[in-house]
């Protein structure tokens, strides 16, 4: 079975600071993603990553940044967080192609 | 033409009954069109899901119906049970690109 492990389950930040948050998956997926899920707005495209070192924006990339140094490891880094970045954060990879994508359980990011 | 739109945005229904969920596409190039799970606290995981040579997938009480000329795809569960409580996405994918276009999502609820 595919592992997609998120670090954290629940953070708590405080506004202006930087935060990471990790994503490692244990089937040696080219792809991983990043998204966002708010009520009302369903999955949102942070930023995704077909290779080591290489990323491209999603729909929402505003505000956040990611490195990709390793095939198994996704860091989404908010570069200075903000209060309307509270939210749920969900990780995922997937292989080339017609595959699906495999998902973490979340992280649940509150910025006070 | 990247959009991929799901409704209805929310659906009860009774145990035993049918639940039916429809999504809608416009890129002709999208080649496969998965469908997600997810419960409260959980990541989505894939359910089923169907390429465009075929216009009809089951697996147990879970059918994709896909409709190529409408660009139309729906879910429906049959002998829907209170277990099947989720938020159901349906997607949409091409072969040469890396990412999925997710639905809005449909909070489902099955009523004992």
């Known amino acids: 079975d595919v592992k997609v492990t998120q670090s954290s389950r629940y953070l708590v930040k405080r506004t202006g600071e930087k935060v990471f948050l990790e994503c490692v998956q244990d089937?040696?997926?080219?792809?991983m993603f990043w998204y966002r899920q708010d009520p009302g707005l369903g999955l949102r495209l942070i930023y995704f990553?077909?290779?080591?070192?290489?990323?491209e924006k999603g729909d929402i990339p505003e505000g956040y940044s990611v490195s990709r140094e390793k095939k198994e490891r996704f860091s989404l880094i908010l570069e200075s967080a903000s209060t309307n970045q509270t939210s749920m954060y969900l990780c995922?990879?997937?292989?080339?192609?017609?595959?699906?994508?495999?998902f973490g359980d979340g992280t649940r990011l509150s910025i006070l | 033409q990247q959009q991929v739109k799901q409704s209805p945005q929310s659906l009860i229904v009774q145990k035993g009954g049918i639940s039916i969920i429809n999504c809608a596409y416009e890129?002709?190039?999208?080649?496969?069109f998965p469908w997600y799970q997810q419960f409260p606290g959980k990541g989505p995981a894939l359910l089923i899901a169907?390429?465009?040579?075929?216009s009809e997938k089951k697996e147990g009480r879970f059918t994709i119906s896909f409709n190529k000329s409408a660009k139309q795809f729906s879910l429906h569960i049959m002998d829907s049970q209170p277990g099947d409580s989720a938020t159901y996405f349906c997607?949409?994918?091409?072969?040469?690109?890396?990412?999925?276009?997710f639905g809005s999502g449909t909070r489902l609820s099955i009523r004992p």
């Open positions: 890129n002709t190039a999208f080649d496969y």
């Open positions: 997607a949409a994918l091409y072969s040469s690109a890396s990412k999925i276009i």
């Open positions: 169907i390429r465009p040579d075929v």
């Open positions: 995922a990879s997937s292989r080339q192609g017609r595959q699906p994508q495999h």
């Open positions: 089937m040696d997926h080219e792809n």
């Open positions: 990553s077909y290779d080591v070192k290489m990323k």
